[in-house]
């Protein structure tokens, strides 16, 4: 499957709307939340992300979903009045590399695709792609953007 990215949000860690910016703004916490977008001739298009609270009880080592906000978050996108669909999740790394932790692979179900933002190198974050398919075996994407 080919995944596109916003360029803007995605690509330019120094656009204030960028997902980096949003990691730098919890920045030693761990950031998380969901990406929107939609499936369009069996490419994904990922156009948008929706930091969410975290609830961990060590923030800076884990992250943690809401379960009410968590909740609420999957019925808006099931609604479809956005015209975006819930296509996946991230989190940051705010001192290790964008490599899934071994509590990501046990803790983390089969979900669409999960980005992992490292801001160990915070002038240059990296960001990489996954589709986890469980077992610890995650598979990583390749990232492309959107263009135009
Ligand atoms: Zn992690």
């Known amino acids: 499957m080919d995944i596109f990215f916003e360029p803007k949000l995605f690509r330019d860690h120094h656009h204030p709307d960028s997902l980096a910016a949003a990691c730098r703004k919890v920045y030693p916490r761990e950031c998380c939340g969901i990406l929107t977008g939609h499936n369009r001739n069996g490419s994904l298009y990922v156009e948008g992300f929706q930091c969410m609270r975290n609830r961990a009880a060590d923030p800076e080592s884990a992250f943690a979903f809401d379960p009410a906000e968590w909740v609420e ?7 479809t009045a956005t015209g975006l669909s819930l296509v996946g999740l991230f989190h ?7 490599i899934p932790s071994a509590a990501d692979m046990d803790s983390l179900w089969d979900t669409a695709l ?9 002038n240059t974050p990296e960001l990489r792609c996954y589709l986890p398919r469980g077992g610890r075996s995650w598979e990583e994407q390749a990232i492309r953007y959107r263009s135009g």
């Not at 940051?92 to 964008?98: E, F, G, I």
């Not at 999960?114 to 915070?122: G, K, Y």
């Open 92 to 98: 940051s790394h705010p001192n290790s590399s964008a």
């Open 114 to 122: 999960h980005l992992i933002i490292s801001l160990q190198n915070n």
């Open 73 to 79: 978050t999957v019925y808006r996108y099931a609604q």
